[in-house]
């Protein structure tokens, strides 16, 4: 059970109802992280702002994006974060193969693809919240200088989603359901 009410649209002065109704609009639902941060408006628009910039505005691929994501949710043992974004990744055209992966962080067969310098990149990231030079090098070859900050800034921003979600003990949404793999 989370710390905080989960807020609803009509618990909201009125002045702020557009918060929530952009967050609705946007992302389908406000989902229980949003509802949890809606105690205080301000901050949630200032969150879900950066966060609609990362998900519809970005110029990562979304593939990459979600890769992204599942290494900073498994690195964090966020498994909300993970249930959220497991179907999403797929969506986007993530394998089977690099989900299953990320899943055994520490599966002994090192992966030679493409994905693999996205992988390492998050999980410093994540660890040390540094790049080895060698890291950033190889990001900034594959995706250029944007794409790069816009990399970091992502891996930054679900970092950050892990703190709210952690802290405050935010419940999986009703639609969710834990991938049995996730530990």
Request: charged fraction near 25%; avoid cysteine; aromatic fraction near 8%.
């Amino acid at each position: 059970m989370a710390k905080v009410p989960y807020i609803s649209r009509d618990d909201i002065n009125s002045s702020e109802q557009n918060i929530y109704d952009k967050i609705s609009s946007s992302r389908g639902s406000v989902q229980n992280v949003f509802s949890a941060l809606l105690n205080n408006p301000p901050a949630t628009e200032a969150v879900t702002n950066l966060g609609e910039y990362i998900r519809y505005k970005s110029t990562l691929n979304p593939a990459t994006r979600e890769i992204a994501i599942l290494v900073t949710a498994k690195q964090l043992n966020n498994s909300y974060e993970w249930s959220q974004h497991e179907p999403v990744a797929k969506s986007v055209g993530v394998s089977d193969d690099i989900i299953q992966y990320i899943l055994e962080e520490n599966n002994p067969n090192k992966m030679d693809t493409k994905e693999s310098i996205f992988i390492e990149a998050t999980k410093e990231l994540v660890t040390s919240s540094r790049l080895k030079q060698k890291t950033f090098d190889s990001l900034m070859k594959s995706l250029g200088m944007k794409s790069t900050m816009d990399f970091i800034v992502t891996v930054g921003y679900y970092t950050m989603l892990d703190k709210i979600i952690s802290s405050l003990e935010i419940d999986f949404d009703k639609w969710m359901t834990k991938n049995q793999k996730f530990n």
